[in-house]
């Protein structure tokens, strides 16, 4: 599977928005949810430090806010951010999730792997919690897989979160791509003391 599901790039347009155009659109949340839909980052990005300016110690905009950030590859702010709100509240699990998709999106695999296990050991109690962050974590371990080599213990990792993933959202669209690939890996996993390094072209 060549997509890895990975966060899709980023874009972002400068865009002014009257307060009327935010009212006329149900609040400016709204607005700013429908830009990040559009990839209009920049625009979301001014609208969630618009409110942020009225009350600052939102945490949920704040992570609106990395959000936008991170899409428009404005790493070191929504870092930065996120790292404060994690001093201020370990328990906050949105945390986690937006500091998983930085590294992520910075392709720092180890470190997304450990931002959202932690994620997903903070919400394993919550109905709302993203299940993508299974998927993200095998698809981390793949990438590492890929440039530095998987033990035995990391690849059984690997797949024993692409499994968990599968078993709670079947129906997902890459859901056939990601069943081939455990099949296609397993026969691959390393002796003890081994590392497997696959690039899946052979």
Not at 109 to 131: F, G, H, M, W
Not at 141 to 150: D, N, T, W
Request: proline content about 3%.
């Amino acid at each position: 599977m060549k997509k890895y599901i990975s966060v899709a790039l980023c874009i972002f347009l400068s865009f002014s928005l009257s307060a009327q155009e935010i009212d006329e659109s149900g609040g400016p949340l709204h607005v700013a949810a429908r830009a990040m839909r559009d990839r209009r980052y920049r625009e979301a990005e001014e609208i969630y430090r618009s409110i942020l300016r009225q009350t600052p110690g939102d945490v949920s905009v704040n992570q609106m806010l990395c959000h936008a950030l991170i899409c428009e590859n404005k790493f070191l702010e929504a870092d930065s951010s996120l790292r404060r709100m994690v001093e201020a509240d370990s328990n906050n699990i949105g945390n986690y999730w937006y500091m998983g998709l930085s590294a992520g999106t910075q392709n720092i695999d180890s470190v997304a792997i450990v931002c959202y296990k932690t994620y997903l050991r903070k919400s394993e109690n919550n109905p709302n919690q993203k299940v993508k962050a299974w998927l993200y974590v095998g698809s981390s371990f793949r990438r590492i897989m890929h440039k530095q080599g998987l033990s035995r213990t990391q690849f059984d990792d690997m797949l024993f979160y692409y499994k968990r993933y599968l078993k709670l959202n079947p129906n997902d669209v890459y859901a056939g791509e990601v069943q081939k690939f455990i099949d296609s890996v397993s026969p691959k996993r390393p002796e003890e003391g081994a590392i497997l390094m696959w690039d899946e072209t052979n």
